[in-house]
């Protein structure tokens, strides 16, 4: 009659990086009161690296050579995503800089060496400049077993267009028309913004003159619009009209009529002057 094996466990499944750890049975004999117990281990690897199966079979042998034999299984299993660390929370900043994304890293229990990658998604913004950047991280151990994180980052467009050069204030003498020099529009994001102007005439002293304000604007493509600047042309009349058709002095015998020309008055400005 062989010995009788007991407290011999039933198979166990445990996560990876847990080391199989196996039950403590014993041994009984109704003739030998210490029947040899000894146990071999057989290993057989699973579908992926951080999986296996070890069985471990216990023989117990009496005195008389009578044995029996009993096993268990522990299965090792690898279930648990990685784990993404350093990543960032949502940022915004300012157009034209470009999106400058953490560098995270993924740890993982059973795989030393998880394979990281990212993809990205650009959503637009309200206008052309504006837009977001949404960088997914995606973590997967050498069992299949994934995990994802994501930040983001929105491409803001805050800043007005600015306006240099153009000119002073001036003066020109009537009848010349006021020529404005339109000032330079620069903008950081907006390749094109929109320049306008509005003019405001306001009368001088006299019918001929008069001074123009010309006020420019410049708006971008996200309705960012600069501070105005302005220039201012007067316009003057300066110049007297010019006589003609006068005649000479005459020296007339009484009692004749007094016979004076009819001359007339050219103005460049003023089509009659008095």
């Excluded at 600069?226 to 201012?232: D, G, N």
Aim: glycine share 8%; with cysteine; net charge negative.
């Amino acid at each position: 009659t062989p010995p009788v094996l007991t407290g011999v466990g039933g198979a166990v499944t445990l996560e990876s990086p847990a080391t199989p750890v196996f039950s403590s049975p014993g041994a009984e004999d109704a003739c030998d009161p210490s029947p040899a117990l000894s146990f071999s281990d057989v290993t057989l690897p699973g579908p992926c690296p951080q999986e296996y199966s070890v069985t471990r079979t216990w023989t117990a042998t009496d005195a008389c050579g009578n044995r029996s034999t009993a096993s268990q299984t522990v299965r090792v299993e690898d279930t648990t995503a990685p784990v993404i660390g350093g990543v960032a929370g949502p940022e915004t900043i300012e157009c034209p800089a470009s999106p400058q994304f953490s560098t995270p890293h993924a740890t993982d229990g059973g795989d030393p060496a998880p394979r990281l990658t990212f993809q990205d998604v650009t959503t637009s913004g309200a206008c052309a400049q504006q837009h977001s950047v949404t960088r997914t991280w995606t973590a997967t151990d050498a069992c299949g077993n994934r995990s994802t994180a994501s930040q983001t980052i929105t491409v803001g467009d805050h800043a007005a267009p600015e306006m240099v050069g153009g000119s002073g204030p001036r003066t020109i003498e009537c009848p010349a028309t006021p020529v404005f020099e339109a000032p330079v529009v620069r903008d950081a994001c907006d390749p094109n913004p929109q320049l306008t102007f509005v003019d405001a005439i306001t009368p001088g002293s006299c019918a001929q003159q008069y001074v123009v304000t010309r006020t420019w604007t410049a708006i971008d493509a996200c309705g960012n619009r600069s501070l105005a600047v302005s220039q201012t042309v007067t316009v003057a009349d300066r110049t007297p009209p010019e006589l003609g058709g006068t005649a000479p002095d005459l020296v007339v015998e009484g009692p004749a009529t007094l016979p004076f020309s009819a001359p007339s008055a050219v103005d460049a400005c003023d089509p009659s002057p008095t």
